[in-house]
């Protein structure tokens, strides 16, 4: 009788200790990356061609102080004062934002993205209310970080960057002040050692820049993005790579740079991409004028469409023109044969879905509270960058190059589905549920595609050896769309053709800005 | 296409009342007794952290659960209980598409250490050990629609109960362990940024309280259950749920288990219970039905569901 009562016990106490000696604590993939190292400092960056800029001194940076001078010496002290008694959250910061200031900003933007990527609640009446940029705080705040919206985000602050970068370039080999740990041998230095000049720092320019675009693209978030600026900066005093004066010439060269895409920002048409009514039942018009249906919003209340003048918009790669003859012929007619036959097959995918098709959908779908696609390839992108070792100003130039590609794709996709106007599978066949939330805006072309169509090709050309593998992701990207009950074949296939066309133009960028 | 869980996972607050882990009911030695669950919930409103709010896209959110429950008397005093429970869920509006599957195993050793007369009645004392995992790979991040959060659990109840005649009363709490889960995506978002599929799941607690008239052919009672997520985040507005919300649920239920006069192995079992407070989850409507058969219930054995007559 003892033996029995015994077993329970046993069997509770060690389950209980199974559970309570598991770490329950998650760690993120970036969370340990080393601190940048990079093969090749890249020493001619200040050369390469610039994005918005018209030259590498377009926004002067006053010579630094003599290393020799009072001044400087005191700030040597600064930082010894710093190191004297280094607590552990310190040497934290130090961890973290060594890994690298463009990866550490994109990853900050991407989390501003997800936190913003809500669509507004309706109002009483069915309508919806617009986030304002001039009451950012108040519901529903602004942005809404759609897919658009975040594309563009992601653009700016990486060219803002990569050009605030380029000038630092410059400006390190024209004055060439030394690292404060060669100028005082006897500073403790918490990350590799660099060759390069430190004057201007290239963590603050990086900083800078991202803190002076992002004001405008979220106005709410300042006290957030400021307390990461600080905290970016304190790192680089704390670890002894950078006195006061590197940092703060880094700050105001990384802000002047992105005064200027801010102003490009705020005329490149995004202001007015949301439209209005009258536009929005024009599209209608003109589709049930070329005999087709015309798209409605599948939501309840009925939404607004997502951004229909977004394929306005200015792009970063092409001009205007370009822009609309990378449009692509329409879809299959609502009526045809053809349009039947994509439907059922849409249908025949959501039937009976696989746990597989679940997986890839779910992968992929980068729906409302995360990221976006353009979002999801620039961590792709970094966790591949982190292994190459690239310098700031390459990684900067990478991630510029993606992300131009990304927008301007956008750009094009939105273009063509407000021409086309075109409805989604659900609206021709009801009984096509789908695994994931379904997007408030025309079909053709599927956005995932293009996206992934254009980042797949850039970064092919940035990493040859995983050109293979990139496309692969593209190409699951794409019919994650598909089998999700989200979109057509057409949709799917046209919309990769198309990001590759337009992820080419990144590709004669990069061939010609003089860093390869 | 906003959504919200229901509590498809407090398996043993539909159970109600046939010889569950959280009743005071006990198997004999070398008895078994098993039979089939079903049960159907649904719920239109729910609480968007503490706004209660509807939504369109989503109509009435439905889960159907077809269960297999069982219970074997190692001893009078250590039962050993079990539930498998598939699930299917379904919105009447808006495109998301429904789910399906077996959901978790539910094991549970049941103790009674103690049991004596106390007054003019009989106090029985439990310990209830639990452990669930998931039987199926099914998708735990498509909140509403998801048939379960398929994190792996360890729970550990204690639970009194007090009987006088014909009338009962039990008790319990409950602590849950809850072990991380994976998802099928690379990162989310929470109250901060995440770049990991995998979701710290905070524990929770449970209390439940039962009380009503029980003899060897008739158990009617009424149950208040609470649950209680110790953690997790608030569903922003108009956003989508996340399994390590911090989910919570009052329910208030009645139950009705009745013998077969004619049949004593044979019980049939009926319930439900509604939402009555909560937060992160949908404002559930519960019915259930089950029956229960007795297996080697020879003339030693018996149920231990009425009083001890000394």
Redesign the interface.
Same mark, same amino acid.
């Given at each position: 009788?003892k033996k029995?009562?015994i077993?329970? =016990?046993i069997?509770?106490a060690s389950?209980?200790l199974?559970?309570?000696s598991?770490n329950?604590? =998650? /760690?993120?993939? %970036?969370?340990n990356t080393p601190a940048l190292n990079p093969a090749n400092v890249d020493l001619n960056a200040g050369t390469w061609k610039p994005i918005l800029l018209t030259g590498p001194a377009e926004f002067p940076v006053p010579a630094p102080i003599a290393t020799t001078s009072p001044d400087y010496i005191a700030q040597i002290n600064e930082i010894k004062t710093w190191q004297a008694d280094l607590t552990g959250e310190e040497k934290q910061i130090v961890k973290y934002w060594s890994a690298g200031a463009v990866l550490r900003w994109n *990853?900050i933007l991407? *989390?501003l993205v997800?936190?913003h990527n809500?669509?507004?609640?309706q109002n009483a009446d069915g309508s919806y209310p617009f986030p304002s940029a001039n009451n950012p705080l108040a @519901?529903?705040q602004f942005p809404f970080a759609n897919p658009p919206y975040a594309a563009r985000a992601y653009a700016y602050v990486a060219a803002a960057q990569y050009d605030a970068l380029v000038a630092a370039w410059h400006y390190k080999n024209l004055y060439n002040r030394p690292a404060p740990y060669t100028v005082d041998a006897t500073l403790q230095v918490l990350i590799p050692k660099s060759t390069l000049s430190s004057y201007p720092s290239e963590d603050a320019v990086v900083a800078g820049a991202a803190a002076e675009m992002m004001k405008l693209l979220f106005p709410g978030d300042q006290d957030y993005i400021n307390q990461k600026l600080e905290e970016h900066e304190r790192a680089r005093l704390i670890a002894g790579a950078n006195v006061r004066s590197d940092l703060e010439a880094g700050e105001a060269l990384g802000k002047a740079v992105a005064q200027k895409f801010v102003t490009r920002a705020r005329g490149d048409r995004a202001g007015a991409a949301a439209s209005n009514q009258a536009q929005w039942t024009q599209m209608e018009t003109d589709a049930l004028a070329r005999g087709e249906t015309p798209w409605y919003s599948? /939501?309840?209340?009925k939404r607004p469409p997502m951004l229909p003048l977004f394929g306005k918009v200015k792009a970063f790669l092409f001009d205007s023109l370009t822009a609309i003859s990378l449009r692509p012929g329409p879809p299959p007619s609502v009526s045809s044969q053809q349009m039947r036959t994509e439907t059922e097959e849409v249908y025949n995918y959501?039937k009976n879905?696989t746990?597989e098709n %679940?997986?890839i959908v779910? @992968?992929w779908?980068?729906?409302?509270? %995360?990221?976006t696609p353009p979002g999801?390839w620039d961590?792709i992108a970094a966790e591949d960058f982190i292994a190459k070792n690239f310098s700031e100003v390459r990684w900067a130039r990478n991630m510029a190059l993606l992300n131009m590609a990304l927008m301007d794709a956008g750009i094009v996709c939105w273009d063509t589905k407000y021409f086309y106007f075109n409805p989604r599978p659900?609206q021709l066949n009801p009984a096509?549920? %789908?695994?994931t939330?379904?997007p408030n805006f025309p079909a053709y072309i599927s956005g995932h595609s293009t996206f992934s169509g254009a980042a797949a090709t850039i970064l092919g050309h940035i990493i040859p050896e995983k050109a293979t593998a990139y496309d692969a992701m593209a190409r699951e990207a794409s019919v994650s769309r598909l089998v999700g009950?989200i979109h057509y074949r057409s949709d799917c296939e046209v919309g990769l053709l198309v990001g590759k066309n337009v992820g080419n133009y990144a590709i004669l960028r990069a061939i010609a800005d003089g860093a390869e | 296409m906003k959504k919200i869980f229901l509590p498809v996972f407090i398996f043993s607050a539909f159970a109600g009342s046939a010889q569950t882990d959280i009743d005071a009911i006990m198997m004999e030695k070398n008895a078994f007794c098993t039979g089939p669950l079903y049960s159907y919930s649904s719920w239109t409103n729910y609480w968007e952290g503490t706004l209660k709010r509807d939504n369109q896209n989503l109509g009435k959110v439905s889960t159907q659960m077809f269960g297999l429950m069982g219970n074997y008397g190692l001893t009078r005093k250590v039962n050993l209980l079990f539930s498998a429970p598939y699930v299917k869920t379904k919105a009447s509006a808006g495109t998301l598409h429904s789910m399906n599957g077996m959901q978790d195993l539910n094991l549970f050793v049941k103790w009674r250490p103690y049991q004596k007369r106390v007054g003019a009645g009989r106090l029985s004392l439990f310990g209830i050990a639990g452990i669930s995992f998931p039987l199926s790979n099914y998708v735990a991040d498509f909140l509403p629609l998801s048939i379960g959060l398929r994190s792996k659990t360890a729970s550990a109840r204690i639970m009194a109960d007090y009987q006088q005649g014909n009338l009962f009363v039990t008790g319990s709490a409950t602590y849950v362990l809850r072990d991380n889960i994976k998802i099928d995506r690379t990162s989310y978002y929470t109250t901060e940024m995440h770049y990991t599929n995998e979701v710290e799941m905070p524990d929770a607690s449970s209390f439940n309280f039962r009380a009503g008239f029980r003899n060897h052919r008739l158990i009617a009672e009424a149950v208040v259950n609470n649950w209680t997520t110790l953690g997790g985040f608030d569903i922003t507005r108009n956003n989508m749920p996340f399994p390590s919300n911090r989910m919570n649920a009052t329910t208030v239920g009645i139950n009705i288990k009745y013998v077969i006069p004619a049949i004593p192995q044979l019980s049939i079992v009926t319930g439900g219970n509604s939402t009555v407070a909560g937060r992160n989850m949908g404002q559930s409507t519960t019915v259930y039905g089950s029956f229960f058969y007795v297996l080697g219930l020879g003339s030693k054995t018996k149920l231990t569901g009425k009083p001890a007559k000394k």
């Open positions: 009788m029995i009562i077993i329970p =016990v069997i509770t389950t209980l199974f559970f309570i598991c329950k604590q =998650v /760690e993120g993939r %970036t969370d *990853e991407r *989390e997800s936190k809500l669509p507004p609640f @519901y529903p599948l /939501e309840l209340p959501i879905p746990r %679940t997986r779910h @992968y779908a980068d729906g409302v509270g %995360t990221y999801h961590a659900t096509i549920k %789908t695994l939330g379904i009950g | -």
